[in-house]
Each structure stands twice: as C-alpha cells, then as structure tokens.
DNA sequence: CTTTACAGACCAACCAGTCGGTCTATAACT
DNA sequence: AGTTATAGACCGACTGGTTGGTCTGTAAAG
C-alpha cells in the first residue's frame, strides 16, 4: 500500500472523528494530507469508497479477533471472557475507525452497506451463538431472553466509543475487566430469590426455569 | 404551536431517521410536508434550528422524566429501577427524535450544541448520582467503579434505539424488566466468590471491601 | 390598514469529481 | 553508457449540479 494511501487514511479518519463525514471536504482531507485532488482520486475512487475503506477496515478486524477468540476457548463462559476482552480492547485501537463506523454508516453507498451489513451481522451471530450455547448447556439463566440480552452486551460494549479516551482514569484493560464482571453477574445463574426482594415487580420472564 | 410547524417537525423527524440530517435538503422537507422554503423558514431560522429543536424536545422530556423518576422513590435500589424503566420506555415514544439525537449531535452549531450538552450531562448526573448513592449507603457493590458502570448502563439502554422496533418480539416494558433485571444484577451485592471460579482471572477492583 | 402566514422564483456559495498535463522512475533499445 | 519509451503518481484549475437561504409578492386575518 502507497506511503500516500495510508495517510490520506490516517488524515480523513482524524478528520471525520472530529468533524463527521459531511462535515469535512475532500479539499480538506487533501490539504491535510499535504496533497493535491488529483492524488487524492488517483487513490480512491471516491469520498464514499474512503468511507467504506474505513468501515471495512474496522469490522474485518473485529470479526477476525473475535472468531480467534471464540475457537479457543471451550466453555460459553470462557468463550463470552474471551470475545468481550479483545472486542473492548478494540475500542483502543481503532477508535476514529469505531466513531466513523457508528456515526456515519447511513451514508454507505448501497452496494457499500450490503457488504459491512454482512460482516456485522457475522460478529453479531458469534455474541448469539455464545449466549445462546451457554443457555442451552445450562451455563446461563435460561430465563433471559435471548434477543434482548444480548442487545444489552453489545449496547454496553459499542457504546465505549462515546466515552473512551486513552488518557482517561481507566485503561482499556480494566474498562474489560468491569464489563466482563458486569456481564457474568447477570448471566450467571445466582441467588434470584434474594434478588427480587429488591425488585418493584417479578420480572415477566421468570416463569422459565 | 402552528399547525404548520409541527407539520414541518415530523416530516422532517421522519426524513432525518431515515436518510440522516446530510442525506435530507430543504427542498425535500418542504415537498414532504406540503409546503414551501417560504412556509419554512417562516418558522424555522435555519435548518440548523430545526436539528437543535428536535434536539432539545427529547432531552427536555427524558429529563423531566428522569427526575420525576428519581424524586418520588427513595432507596438507591428502587430508584434506579424507575428511571431505567422511564428511560426505556422513552424509546418507544421518541425513537426518531433518538435517532437524530444520537446521530447527529455532530453537525450542531456550537451555540446550539452547549445548551444541549448542559441538560444531557444533568441526566448522566442522575445516574451517576443514584449509582454513588447506593454504594456510599451499602445497597449497590462498593468494589464497581462508578464511571465504568454508569457508562455501561447508560450504554446498554442507549443502544436502544439502533435495534428497537415496536413490532419486534418484545415490547418496551418487557425489554425494560429485562434490563433492569440485568442492572440489578451487576449492581446489588451478592455470592462473588461463586462467580469468581468461572473468571479467567481476579479483575482489578475485587480488592476493595 | 397592518400584521401574520405562506408561496415560489431566484441566488451565491460550495463541493465532489474531472481532465489535461507534469514529473519521476524504470525499462528497453542502440 | 547514453538515449528514448512507457507507465504510474500526482497536480490543480475548472465545472456542473446542488443546497441553504433570501426576497418580493400576495392573500387572509384581525
């Protein structure tokens, strides 16, 4: 890859993490890069396939991470340790990548979307897969639903990229830490009656044993 | 209000979930709404006016409601189930004002943009509050540190609005029990020690009593 | 008669993308 | 070795279409 590629990359991801995708010009991206337009089209074909790069980069990287993480390791609770430490470090590594990957993928061409949508869907099934597996092996509480369980992980763990700075009081690290601890503690089967006595009303999924 | 102008408002709510706040003109918002750019701008400054009012309907209501929530309850515990449940619920009424809350913030103009900031880091202000409150009294975990966790239930309910549909499986009530069920669970004190023998390792915080 | 509500033609600015052209490097030829 | 041919990398003035916003006009309301 051209030393030119890789900056303009660099340059448009600052960028749009700090200004968005439409709040920055392709001028800008080429002043910035201490280029000119013609470089900047010799490279891609156009602002939009920029931005599919950058969304392409991100969500290869995390499926791959997390398909190692999951073939390693046996257990649901081992496995769902695993995947959610390499997908929280990812936070670190990629974080311009993650706030373009989030904030703009409205903006993807069609033919763009349909491929990003396939990637994300895969990383999607291996969080599943996990929960699901440890529910039927009896790792889990069977009484939580599914669907909505894990859109709770996940929402948790995507919503990083709001908050996360390197510099911050926590490292990446122990952020992944507390949302592995915090993620055990309601998928693990424990002491539910103890629980309810604090609860306003019996949850409607209790019924499930 | 004018009949126009809310016209304009849900038109245009509608447009910007759909395409983005950059993916929709004026022009559109106009023909959409069976108006004209003079029936607009009648009413409206700017299109950046319109992205701030929307902006500041949702958050004014979530705050409201936040803080009717977290006054007439008085333990930590029952507390915090109110306003996750009132802050659930929020999704099922105001998901496109969400949308563009979210996705949007970005292109607000700087004056704009400090007034919201000032209410949305109220509500965060509750959340924390209530979270440094049960662990000061004893009720939630004292070893959690507050900052990772209240991002973390801020994150998992936010996440809402990226799946939510209200004719999806669960309705917003069921999906608020679930997630209050999850909370509850991280945040109330219980058998650690059964937990820790699932974990890969001792995290970090666990020295804290 | 004044004010408010809206219509729609019009405009200046902007922006993604184009296109003819230059510069450099390496290969091919003599 | 010296000269020429060719390809790829990059430049930057230019353009055509779009967009947010304005301005003048008009009709109804009070």
Redesign the interface.
Known sequence: MSRLRSTILETSLQLFDE??F??VTVNQIVAASGTSKGGFYHHFQSKDELLFVIHDTFITYVLKEAGAANVIHTSP??KI??VIHSFVKVFDLYKPHISVFY?ES??LKPAYEEKIKKKRDEFKDIIFGIIHEGQAGGDFRKE??L???A??????????Y??YQQDG??SID??A??????????L?P??SE??MR????V???YDVK
Do not use: C
Not at 151 to 160: D, E, K, P, R, Y
Not at 198 to 201: R, S
């Open positions: 200004h968005g439409h709040g609770t081992a340790q695993a904030q409205t903006y939580l639903p669907e909505v369980t859109m709770a992980v996940l929402g948790m763990v995507n919503w990083i709001k908050w009081r926590y122990e952020i830490e507390v949302y592995i601890d915090l993620i055990l503690h309601f693990l424990g002491s103890q629980l604090h609860m306003n009303k949850p409607f999924f």
